[in-house]
Nanobody, 123 residues
Framework: QVRLVESGGGLVQPGGSRRLSCEAS????????IGWFRQAPGKDREVILC????????YFADSVKDRFTISKDKAKGTVYLQMNSLNFEDTAVYYC????????????????WGQGTQVTVAS
């Protein structure tokens, strides 16, 4: 049974940093790309970046390109999202999702989803 569990959300001040975790069980990070999505209040869910199976990162949102990075611990089956220089527009529920082989922009192709973790940027 595949399960994705996000953690690490919370309240952070503008300009601060936060690291989210996505613990994946029941699948191999060598086979599944892990996308990070977010949904801000009143907005559609959007993909922001994705951990490729070759350990590279594919960015889908220009707004995070210089601030967010991904890393993996394959032994733990965990993908980390490091978020720096956070601003109010980063407030959202953050989700990780798994797709076979290749990162994708469309949320519909992702097979497995976590429950989400709330990140609130406020002073």
């Amino acid at each position: 049974q595949v399960r994705l569990v996000e953690s690490g959300g919370g309240l952070v001040q503008p300009g601060g940093s936060r690291r989210l975790s996505c613990e994946a069980s029941g699948l191999a990070l060598d086979e599944y790309a892990i996308g990070w999505f977010r949904q801000a209040p009143g907005k559609d869910r959007e993909v922001i970046l994705c951990a490729r199976i070759d350990d590279g990162t594919e960015y889908f949102a220009d707004s995070v390109k210089d601030r967010f990075t991904i890393s993996k611990d394959k032994a733990k089956g965990t993908v980390y999202l490091q978020m720096n220089s956070l601003n109010f527009e980063d407030t959202a529920v953050y989700y990780c999702a798994a797709v076979l082989i290749e990162c994708a922009r469309r949320s519909g192709v992702y097979e497995y989803w976590g429950q989400g973790t709330q990140v609130t940027v406020a002073s």
